[in-house]
C-alpha cells in the first residue's frame, strides 16, 4: 500500500507565504511525476504545478513566478512554496505522485493522492 500525507496548509493573509509539502510512504520502488492540484469552492479542480523525474516543471499561468515546486527523491517528498498569496489562491491543495510499487511491472505506475490540506488567504 501507498500513502500520501500532505501538510504546511493553513490561514494565510494576501502577500503571505505558506510551504506546503506531501510526503509519500509504502512499498515504492520509485516514483516519476508529482504534482499538485487545487479546487475551490464552486470550482473545477485546476492542475497547479508539476515536475517530473528528470526535474523539469511546469506551472499554472496564474502562479508562474510565486510559486516553486521542488522534490526531495531521499525522501519521496514533493513541495510547493507559494508566496505573494492571492486570495484567488484560496483553495484545497492536493497532491499526486505518480508511483511504480515494489514487484509491479515497468510501466504501470499509479497516480496516487493526498488527502487535501486547506490552504486559506485572507484579511
Known amino acids: 500500500q501507498v500513502q500520501l500525507v500532505e501538510s504546511g496548509g493553513g490561514l494565510v493573509q494576501p502577500g503571505g507565504s505558506l510551504r506546503l509539502s506531501c510526503a509519500a510512504s509504502?512499498?515504492?520502488?520509485?516514483?516519476?511525476?508529482m504534482g499538485w492540484y487545487r479546487q475551490a469552492p464552486g470550482k473545477e479542480r485546476e492542475l497547479v504545478a508539476t515536475i517530473q523525474s528528470g526535474g523539469s516543471t511546469n506551472y499554472a499561468d496564474s502562479v508562474k513566478g510565486r510559486f516553486t515546486i521542488s522534490r526531495d527523491n531521499t525522501k519521496n517528498t514533493v513541495h510547493l512554496q507559494m508566496d505573494s498569496l492571492k486570495p484567488e489562491d484560496t483553495a484545497v491543495y492536493y497532491c499526486h505522485a505518480d508511483i511504480l510499487r515494489i514487484g509491479s511491472s515497468y510501466g504501470s505506475n499509479v497516480r496516487y493522492w493526498g488527502q487535501g490540506t486547506q490552504v486559506t488567504v485572507s484579511s
Open positions: 509504502g512499498s515504492i520502488f520509485s516514483i516519476n511525476a
